[in-house]
């Protein structure tokens, strides 16, 4: 089982970007996923999450700004009017059941977003 992120990048204040995380590999389903985002002080925080049926959850401070979705095994984020303070590193994350039905949590490598003032 994997997890691919991309999307990441350097925009400027009020611009946005839009990141995505595709799963791939022997699994019965996904739930949730989710994306979390690291600073460099190495806070993590949960950004936003999306539910199989549909169910989506936002830190307060990206509540209007960033949408959650997802098409099958592929999640996006759309961050509409970025902040600086919006700058880390975002990860992926989703609970799998394997075939063994065996619940597991797998992580994407990170992606970089950089918002300049």
């Known amino acids: 089982v994997q997890l691919q992120a991309s999307g990441g990048g350097l925009v400027q204040a009020g611009g946005s970007l839009k990141l995505s995380c595709t799963a791939s590999?022997?699994?019965?389903?996904?739930?949730?996923m989710v994306w979390y985002r690291q600073t460099p002080d190495k806070q993590r925080e949960l950004v936003a999450k999306?539910?199989?049926?549909?169910t989506t959850t936002y830190a307060d401070s990206v509540k209007g700004r960033f949408t959650i979705s997802r098409v099958q095994n592929t999640m996006t984020l759309q961050m509409d009017s970025l902040k600086p303070e919006d700058t880390a590193v975002y990860l992926c994350?989703?609970?799998?059941?394997?075939?063994?039905?065996?619940?597991?949590?797998?992580w994407g490598q990170g992606t970089q977003v950089t918002v300049s003032s």
């Open positions: 994350s989703a609970n799998f059941e394997l075939p063994d039905r065996l619940i597991r949590t797998y």
């Open positions: 999306i539910t199989t049926r549909g």
């Open positions: 590999g022997s699994f019965r389903s996904i739930n949730p």
